[in-house]
Nanobody, 115 residues
Framework: QVQLVESGGGLVQPGGSLRLSCAAS????????MIWYRQAPGQERKLVAE???????NYVDSVKGRFTISRDNAKSTVYLQMNSMKAEDTAVYYC?????????WGQGTQVTVSS
């Protein structure tokens, strides 16, 4: 059974940091590109950061220099380190695993940036 389980969300003050984790099971993690998306209230789900099977990374402009995506294939886990957070980072963050044939989603974790 395929599972992607996000954790690490919560409430953080502007300028603070959070680290999201996404633990995968039920598929060959190392063979999938891993992506973090986020969806703010009333908005579409949007890509935040991606890490490929060869560890290449890509970020949306609004988080470059503040967020870092990484993966640990031995633990089948992908991470999103979020620093210097802003109110506009408030959203539900989703983990996504994708290859040429399949796409899997996690259930999401809420991140709220507020004083």
């Amino acid at each position: 059974q395929v599972q992607l389980v996000e954790s690490g969300g919560g409430l953080v003050q502007p300028g603070g940091s959070l680290r999201l984790s996404c633990a995968a099971s039920g598929f060959t993690f190392s063979s999938y590109n891993m992506i973090w998306y986020r969806q703010a209230p009333g908005q579409e789900r949007k890509l935040v950061a991606e890490i490929t099977t060869t560890y290449s990374t890509n970020y949306v402009d609004s988080v470059k220099g503040r967020f870092t995506i990484s993966r640990d294939n031995a633990k089948s886990t992908v991470y999103l380190q979020m620093n210097s957070m802003k109110a506009e980072d408030t959203a539900v963050y989703y983990c996504n695993a994708v290859n040429a044939y399949y796409k899997y989603w996690g259930q999401g974790t809420q991140v709220t940036v507020s004083s």
